[in-house]
């Protein structure tokens, strides 16, 4: 199979060291809305999941929301396993 490029946009994302921050390959960021991009991304590199849905808040809600979620959820998280 000939290679025309986009074998190696795919590879780079797939292989970048921060994905959630790469653009899509094929300018599918100005298609895709941020579920959208949150769903592909997800799938072609599900151990950035934490990381992915931080930038997901912060790109829908702001990142001060996102902050404010991240300290709720750590502190939640804190009082199931100490308390």
């Given at each position: 199979?000939?290679?025309?490029?986009?074998?190696?946009?795919?590879?780079?994302?797939?292989?970048?060291?921060?994905?959630?921050?790469?653009?899509?390959?094929?300018?599918?960021?100005?298609?895709?809305?941020?579920?959208?991009?949150?769903?592909?991304?997800?799938?072609?590199?599900?151990d950035?999941?934490?990381?992915?849905?931080?930038?997901?808040?912060?790109?829908?809600?702001?990142?001060?929301?996102?902050?404010?979620?991240?300290?709720?959820?750590?502190s939640?998280?804190?009082?199931?396993?100490?308390?």
């Amino acid at each position: 199979m000939p290679r025309d490029g986009r074998e190696t946009q795919w590879r780079m994302l797939c292989e970048a060291e921060l994905p959630e921050n790469c653009p899509l390959p094929d300018k599918l960021d100005e298609v895709l809305n941020p579920i959208q991009r949150f769903c592909i991304i997800r799938a072609v590199r599900g151990d950035r999941i934490l990381q992915l849905a931080l930038s997901f808040v912060s790109t829908v809600l702001g990142k001060k929301q996102a902050i404010l979620i991240l300290k709720k959820s750590l502190s939640t998280f804190t009082n199931f396993f100490f308390f």
